[in-house]
């Protein structure tokens, strides 16, 4: 019944009286005012009437909730109303009960493995409190999971269904109390005008009792966004009752006996795939699905992401093609790529999903950091960042000077920002699931979903976003390390400069090229992928020459590199040719003393002598050694590498004698200069033991390799390609030693483990493929050497082609160790 109210006014010394149906009486005197009404339900059998009387003024009843109230306006304080209240007893509500509202299943729902784990550890709780809390970030379907569990719970069937379902919108602490005060009025009968003394009550009502009758209970809470917001309103032990909590945080306090925290990741790509058809064919639509599983992928597979790309697909009619053509286009802000209208009554676009959660972040000790340490993660591997590219000096000069402001403006500066500060708001991320931090595994320790890293890039300014790109540039720079030991680690930073370089390319060109590109160019060459790092350098030498002009440094520079790992890919006369070219240019530009000259003049040497001229190459490096020694100094670097190199083809002119003593005069100087274990030193043992080997001492060369080897091992690690070059040097002088079995056994361990570090066809391998051919032959296994040579040869086609000098040489091999077959043959039938 709707309330009513009646107000009569009494005249100088008369009475006033008034009455309304069904709610009570009320009377006053000597011109007060006489107040009666009801407001709530109608009355309900069984439920008792609440009624209040004030002296001299009149009474009023209600009942089942509802409010009476009397009371007068007092003459002697004039204005004054004085009305007195009370409310009717509410009965509490008969189960089974739902108090607030599920969300509606979403369309083309997909069953998953979550649920399947949430049954499962349901299923283990016995007589234990059971509480459940699904973590994850943003948009992964935490609410469908928990509203499919609760609906099912609901529905399960007479015998074990629930009693009471409560279903909290827990985003924040008020409306936690609002929820539970709400239960508790419909539940225990509880006054609704006092939110958390009804909350209290609500949360006593469902503590166990003695003698009770059992009241199988399931209380959700979802999308906590504080674990502080759940202080003293986690709901109590039960045996007959279960909490369940959604969240995107990870923070220790979610935890607790009894509570188990499931973490609710991205669809499958089954699962993703499934989803998108389902969701286009129950609008009509079919989609080829290879193009569906791309853009599953291209959307990390995000539920959020799937569901709001097929409602644009639907409402706009475009394919698949075309919008995955919309989301490679990086001008694309991610907003654009949203429908009009949100399905299942999403509240958010997905370009928004994960704002509220960066704010909270950034409130997170160290205050502020947690905004621009994301902003510097966005831009680089979404697969892995290492810490310390994240932590190091850069990139705190960056977090320093992009701090979030979340207060006042200290008066005085704060203190220097430490590598303990920047994991700390790696930290803070890592709670609110807007990146995955492992420090277990340092060398990716930092996973960002792609979207969150598009979305984040959206929030920059072009020059925001230029002047990150150097700085993660610089950060990444400062992280490689000189010595590449460790293989994991640097392919982890080329990776990062591939990302970096894919989301602001131009910014590296900026004022010239950042030295990461080079860097991460010449890194791979480095570790025997000659062919990627050529191609490497074409690009940068493209680039530069349109960016910077064909007579900038970094052009010219970009131009040796190229010309450098062409040559080193098997293509001497090409690398030759460039390199002479280069030359002119050089020496036009800069002059013919230039160390940049010098240098092209070394590299095109060596080109030589790798087209097949050691004699022309010896001489050439006579010539710019010479040079090197009166402009650089006969200890300068360059100078000694030109000795290297010297030496080196002075061996190939048939003096392996003269090589090795030469060899033996530059270990001194490299030691000296250069240290006895830098890389380059050990590259002149390396050769020094081979020369030796050459000059006839093979068992020489055996002792000198195994020491080196345990010297490589420990400075450049046992994957290094160096390390297992020195592994494949000792194991060939092994069987030039007179060990033939122990050579080949040697080689076919090797061959395991640089197929697993540089992969099936790098020059390496096919070499090492060769030797062990070879080795084979030489321990007696003839055949077993002709099937190694001809599986080599296909190999060798395949890359390198038909008329390759490498293909016609493995013929002619496969040729002499087939004719050997046939000699052993016919030996073994004589005797």
């Not at 193009?291 to 539920?303: I, N």
Request: charged fraction near 20%; hydrophobic fraction near 40%.
């Amino acid at each position: 019944m709707a309330a009513a109210e009646q107000h009569h006014e009494a005249g100088d010394g008369t009475e006033a009286r008034v009455a309304v149906a069904r709610t009570g009486s009320a009377e006053a005197a000597s011109g007060a005012t006489a107040v009666t009404g009801y407001r709530g339900p109608g009355p309900i059998a069984g439920a008792g009437p609440a009624s209040v009387r004030v002296s001299g003024s009149g009474d009023a009843t209600a009942s089942q909730g509802g409010l009476a109230n009397t009371g007068y306006v007092d003459t002697m304080n004039v204005g004054r109303l004085t009305v007195v209240q009370e409310r009717a007893p509410r009965a509490p509500a008969v189960w089974p009960h739902q108090v607030g509202v599920l969300p509606l299943r979403a369309q083309s729902f997909q069953l998953r493995a979550e649920t399947e784990w949430l049954w499962a550890v349901a299923g283990e709780g016995g007589t234990t409190v059971l509480g459940q809390v699904l973590s994850g970030m943003g948009g992964v379907g935490k609410t469908q999971l928990a509203a499919e569990y609760a609906r099912t719970a609901w529905n399960h069937g007479s015998g074990d269904r629930l009693d009471v379902l409560v279903w909290v919108t827990a985003g924040s602490r008020t409306a936690i109390v609002d929820a539970y005060g709400q239960a508790g009025v419909e539940l225990c009968g509880a006054a609704p005008d006092n939110p958390k003394q009804a909350a209290d009550t609500f949360l006593a009502w469902l503590t166990p009792k003695t003698g009770a009758t059992p009241c199988r209970w399931l209380i959700v809470l979802d999308d906590v966004a504080d674990p502080d917001d759940l202080r003293g309103m986690w709901p109590p032990a039960s045996p007959h009752g279960t909490t369940l909590v959604t969240t995107r945080r990870r923070d220790a306090a979610l935890g607790g006996e009894g509570r188990h925290r499931i973490e609710v990741g991205l669809f499958s790509p089954g699962e993703a795939l499934a989803y998108l058809t389902a969701a286009l064919a129950g609008h009509g639509r079919t989609e080829p699905a290879a193009q569906l599983g791309a853009l599953a992928a291209e959307l990390g597979h995000l539920p959020l992401a799937l569901a709001q790309a097929a409602a644009y697909l639907i409402d706009s009619g475009e394919t698949v093609t075309s919008y995955r053509a919309l989301l490679a286009d990086r001008s694309t802000p991610l907003a654009d790529t949203a429908p009009d209208r949100l399905p299942d009554d999403q509240t958010h676009p997905l370009a928004a999903a994960w704002a509220l959660s960066l704010d909270r972040a950034d409130t997170l000790a160290p205050a502020g950091l947690a905004r621009p340490m994301l902003r510097l993660a966005s831009l680089l591997d979404a697969n892995g960042i290492p810490q310390t590219v994240l932590t190091s000096a850069p990139s705190l000069t960056h977090l320093a000077a992009h701090r979030t402001r979340t207060g006042p403006t200290p008066a005085e500066e704060p203190n220097p920002l430490s590598e303990r500060d920047a994991v700390r708001a790696l930290r803070a991320l890592h709670r609110l699931h807007l990146i995955d931090h492992t420090p277990g595994t340092p060398h990716q320790a930092v996973r960002v979903h792609q979207l969150i890293q598009r979305t984040t890039r959206d929030t920059l300014t072009p020059t925001e976003r230029d002047q990150l790109a150097r700085t993660a540039a610089d950060a990444l720079l400062s992280t490689w390390p000189d010595i590449e030991r460790e293989s994991a680690l640097v392919q982890t930073l080329r990776a990062n400069a591939s990302a970096l370089t894919s989301h602001t390319e131009d910014a590296l060109y900026q004022p010239d090229m950042h030295m990461v590109l080079e860097r991460a160019g010449n890194s791979l060459g480095n570790s025997g992928q000659v062919t990627a790092a050529a191609e490497h350098f074409q690009h940068l030498a493209t680039s530069t020459r349109s960016r910077l002009g064909p007579d900038h440094p970094h052009t010219l520079a970009s131009r040796h590199n190229l010309a450098f790992w062409q040559g080193q890919a098997g293509d001497a006369a090409g690398a030759a040719a460039a390199l002479a070219e280069l030359l002119d240019d050089r020496v036009r530009v800069l002059g013919k003393d230039h160390p940049h000259v010098l240098f092209t003049r070394h590299s095109l040497a060596s080109c030589r002598g790798r087209a097949g001229d050691a004699v022309g190459a010896a001489a050439d490096f006579a010539a710019v050694v010479d040079d090197h020694a009166r402009v650089l100094g006969k200890d300068h670097p360059h100078t000694l590498s030109t000795r290297h190199e010297l030496a080196f083809w002075r061996g190939r002119t048939n003096d392996g004698a003269g090589a090795a003593a030469a060899f033996a005069e530059l270990l001194e100087a490299m030691v000296r200069v250069r240290g006895e274990h830098h890389p380059q030193t050990l590259t002149t043992r390396s050769n020094l033991a081979y020369w030796q080997g050459r000059a006839g001492d093979a068992a020489g060369a055996v002792a000198a390799f195994t020491e080196l080897l345990n010297d490589h091992v420990q400075v450049l690690g046992e994957d290094h390609p160096d390390t297992l070059s020195t592994r494949h040097e000792l194991a060939f002088w092994r069987g030039e030693a007179g060990d033939a079995a122990g050579a080949a056994a040697a080689l076919a361990t090797l061959l395991e483990d640089r197929i697993r570090v540089l992969g099936e066809d790098h020059p390496h391998v096919l070499s090492n493929r060769k030797t062990l051919a070879l080795w084979r032959g030489r321990a007696g296994d003839t055949p077993g050497a002709t099937a190694a040579f001809a599986e080599l040869l296909e190999v060798v086609v395949r890359i390198r082609g038909q008329n390759h000098p490498q293909t016609l040489a493995l013929q002619h091999e496969i040729t002499r160790w087939q004719i050997q077959a046939r000699h052993t043959a016919v030996d073994e039938s004589t005797e």
